[in-house]
């Protein structure tokens, strides 16, 4: 069943009625020396959904996730994860969450089936219900022949996979990862955001924190951009991104002489950026569209007499959302607050 | 018994068990716990073993038999500190979040890891008592005596264990843990570890009156020697039973304050 949401964009959400799988309202965090790491943040996530939590270093994401896991209260306002209220109702929050911390805090001494046996029995599985869990999760994750080793002879990507494992020990209704692959390589990084959709696609909500365009872009339903400890934009990466603009199509021109007369052309079409005295021979055209506009862009400059070298379609990024809700570019910047979590 | 006590239950044999088989895994765990004890035995016994011919020194079979009370009680302090070095560790490197972020009660994440301490105290005391037997001591109050030791040593080991987590936790430091380390030497020699009471200088004589430690070290000493004149048996179970229940509440107190602050 899908719905639309109220900012337009498309949730999926269980038949029956059930509780959002996470309900924040007017939510503060301030740590020592009246630091906000989040301020005032509202925020839903609909049961079945993935939610892409994107801003960068210092954000506010880790103490969002961290008050939504129980490991910290919040100063105002409140958090409900599954329907149950994070510090009043903090153990059937417990019960009903999966959680992989953005350090994967695993002890190195000890093997994965190890590990996943003794998660296990913190979630009330008994000796032989955890290790046949165990089992299931080590083949899930990839880590079968790995499973004996000690977790200190892990590559990263390896502790990751084990990380997930771990949290979906007791099969958790809503899936917190706090930047699942930082600092992993990119096939790494691919094999998890597999693991993640397939999660996904067997019911469980993942609420996802990253500071990686691309993992929001590939992964969520939603995006919401957190920064200095606010919501600044929310909605579907495809509905973040019309709302800042169309798609712009890159013509080169085979002659820069031509320039002039493929603006005239094309001007009919859509929006001209303006010319690039550097570049005589690009002309940048903002289209509804974006690549559906290409037909029409070449049949225009050929009735004009002008020969096309090349045509791209560049469409705005999540990081042009973000540098135009926020003013400033994702990658490299970073806030001091949510490092004091 | 309820279910969730049960539950609880099982939580606290997890943590323990993960506790106790971690502290076998790495040499740098091993060496204070197994090693250091033994290596302050073998230089007592072998360079101070002369104290035997001091007048007031009690009669016993040996002078490692006098001693080793002190290595069993050295051994449980330090296992005790492991504890706290153990879970500051947790704390500092995040594998506490994960316990924290389960569905626990707060007190089983701390008795879990005393109870892995409860383990590693007995595997020592026993190893204790078996290579000084080798060594040449004898133990007159037979094995009941020996078996009793080993529960005072855990015990005791609780104990130190209570407060070096409560100390971990309410620093969530290891460097700290790590420094406190000597200290656990000054608790050993303000109670009559090596040498009995009476040959402690009027100082540290008064001291020892008031360091619990003294009283399950000479509890130890009695047992062991079967002569209750050298140590109360009782007393001894007391002090360790008090300092174990006084320093897990104090741990458990240190958690929630933590929690609370959080």
């Known amino acids: 069943m899908r719905l639309l949401s109220s900012t337009g964009s498309l949730w999926r959400v269980s038949s029956r009625a059930s509780p959002l799988a996470v309900e924040i309202r007017s939510l503060v965090r301030e740590f020592k020396g009246s630091i906000r790491a989040i301020d005032g943040l509202d925020l839903d996530v609909a049961p079945g959904e993935i939610y892409g939590f994107l801003g960068p270093n210092g954000a506010g994401k880790t103490t969002t996730v961290r008050v939504l896991t129980t490991l910290l209260r919040p100063t105002s306002g409140t958090a409900r994860v599954a329907g149950h209220d994070v510090v009043h109702d903090a153990d059937a929050v417990r019960r009903s969450i999966g959680v992989a911390l953005q350090e994967a805090a695993i002890d190195p001494l000890m093997t994965g089936r190890e590990l996943l046996r003794m998660q296990g029995a913190l979630h009330g599985l008994r000796g032989a219900e955890a290790k046949q869990r165990a089992v299931a999760l080590l083949d899930r994750v990839g880590l079968t022949e790995a499973g004996d080793r000690r977790v200190g002879g892990y590559s990263g990507g390896m502790r990751r996979r084990l990380d997930l494992a771990l949290a979906l020990v007791h099969r958790p209704d809503v899936l917190f990862l706090d930047e699942p692959t930082t600092g992993l390589d990119i096939t790494s990084r691919s094999a998890l955001w597999r693991e993640v959709r397939a999660l996904n696609a067997e019911g469980t909500t993942v609420f996802l924190t990253t500071q990686y365009l691309e993992e929001a872009e590939q992964l969520a339903d939603r995006v919401g951009i957190i920064a200095r400890g606010r919501l600044v934009a929310e909605g579907t990466p495809a509905a973040l991104k019309a709302k800042i603009g169309e798609p712009t199509l890159h013509v080169e021109l085979a002659d820069a002489a031509d320039a002039g007369r493929a603006r005239a052309a094309l001007a009919p079409l859509g929006t001209l950026e303006e010319a690039d005295e550097g570049e005589p021979a690009r002309v940048a055209l903002q289209a509804a569209g974006g690549s559906a506009a290409i037909a029409p862009v070449i049949l225009a400059l050929d009735e004009a007499g002008v020969a096309v070298g090349t045509i791209e379609v560049e469409s705005p990024s999540l990081d042009d959302v973000f540098l135009a809700v926020t003013g400033s570019k994702l990658e490299g910047a970073a806030y001091e607050a949510d490092e004091a979590a | ?262």
């Open chain 2, 1 to 262: 018994m309820s279910l969730d006590l049960l539950r609880e239950g099982r939580v606290v044999g997890a943590l323990g068990r993960r506790g106790l088989s971690v502290q076998f895994r790495k040499a740098q765990l091993l060496m204070p716990t197994f090693v250091l004890p033994l290596m302050l035995l073998a230089v007592i016994s072998s360079g101070t073993s002369a104290a035997r011919d001091l007048p007031q020194f009690p009669d016993v079979t040996s002078y490692i038999t006098f001693i080793v009370p002190g290595t069993i009680i050295q051994g449980a302090l330090l296992a005790g500190l492991t504890t706290g070095t153990a879970l500051a560790s947790d704390i500092e490197f995040g594998f506490f979040d994960r316990l924290l972020s389960a569905p626990v009660h707060r007190t089983s994440i701390i008795l879990g890891r005393l109870f892995g301490t409860v383990g590693l105290a007995m595997l020592q005391a026993s190893f204790f008592l078996l290579v000084a037997l080798a060594f040449g001591a004898r133990y007159p109050g037979g094995v009941d005596a020996a078996l009793i030791t080993v529960v005072l040593a855990a015990f005791t080991a609780v104990g130190i264990g209570g407060i070096a987590s409560a100390i971990a936790i309410r620093t969530g430091s290891l460097s700290l843990m790590q420094s406190i380390f000597p200290f656990v030497f000054v608790l050993l020699f303000t109670a009559p570890a090596f040498f009995p009471r009476e040959l402690l200088t009027p100082v540290l004589r008064d001291v020892a009156a008031y360091n619990p430690l003294t009283y399950v070290v000479e509890a130890v000493r009695g047992l062991l020697a079967g002569d209750a004149g050298l140590g109360d048996p009782w007393i001894g179970l007391a002090s360790a039973v008090g300092l174990a229940v006084t320093m897990t509440a104090l741990a458990t107190f240190a958690l929630k304050a933590r929690l609370r602050a959080a």
